[in-house]
């Protein structure tokens, strides 16, 4: 069984671009979250999708936004990126709506210049 | 609002010495889970248990072995005989039952396992 993919692995972007991030989750999986690793912060909760319906969201600015599309496959956008965007974001898929074990992707590394 | 606390940031152990990773954590839901995962250099979270707040039962998996005591709000991990391999970071995360899938991370513990 394939596991959680996430497309790319690795981004530069300028401050004031923005970024569309994916994530496809194991088969079968329903729900997917997305989460900000930085070394100050932590892992922080962005938000989850689950049916494609927004079930929750961190607190984070409106500029940070996702949807998930009927085969589960998840996008997360950045508008407007900011210095202090760069992170290692991570998603995970879960089977049920919660609460579930969700299984990680390898993350997309974002850095901001 | 939900809460799980790493105090160790950094362990460093000899090859072969036992070593537990302390998590004490917050919350106001009678009904939860708790998690640890493990995060290698590559940077990918690794799934290693999940525990929900009605099962305190110790469990142990080959070298590891996790104690849930709800009495201290604490899930601690131990690994026995830690070899190279182990050398990562080491997260414990809480999920209520009433917030979905959301994980509230604690800020990790770096083991480092020296040969």
């Known amino acids: 069984k394939a596991g959680v993919t996430q497309t790319p692995r690795y981004l530069i972007k300028t401050r004031g671009q923005q970024v569309t991030l994916s994530c496809s989750p194991i088969?079968?999986?329903?729900?997917v979250s997305w989460y900000q690793q930085t070394p100050g912060q932590g892992l922080q909760f962005l938000f989850e999708y689950f049916s494609e319906t927004q079930r929750n969201k961190g607190n984070f600015p409106g500029r940070f936004s996702g949807r998930q599309f009927s085969n589960s496959r998840s996008e997360m956008n950045v508008s407007t990126l900011e210095l202090g965007d760069s992170a290692l974001y991570l998603c995970?898929?879960?089977?049920?709506?919660?609460?579930?074990?969700?299984?990680f992707g390898p993350g997309t590394r974002l850095t901001v210049l | 609002a939900q809460k799980v606390t790493q105090a160790q940031t950094e362990i460093s152990v000899v090859e072969k010495e036992d070593v537990t990773l302390d998590c004490v954590y917050e919350t106001r839901d009678t009904t939860y889970y708790l998690f640890w995962y493990k995060q290698p250099p590559s940077g990918e979270l690794v799934f290693l248990i999940r525990r929900n707040s009605f099962d305190e039962q110790n469990e142990i998996s080959g070298r590891y072995s996790w104690n849930f005591q709800k009495s201290t709000s604490s899930f601690n991990f131990t690994i026995t005989a830690s070899q190279v391999v182990d050398s990562a970071v080491y997260f414990c995360?809480?999920?209520?039952?009433?917030?979905?899938?959301?994980?509230?991370f604690g800020g990790g513990t770096r083991l480092m396992v020296k040969p």
């Open positions: 995360a809480l999920s209520e039952a009433s917030a979905g899938n959301m994980l509230t």
């Open positions: 995970a898929g879960s089977l049920a709506g919660g609460p579930d074990t969700q299984y």
């Open positions: 088969s079968g999986h329903r729900s």
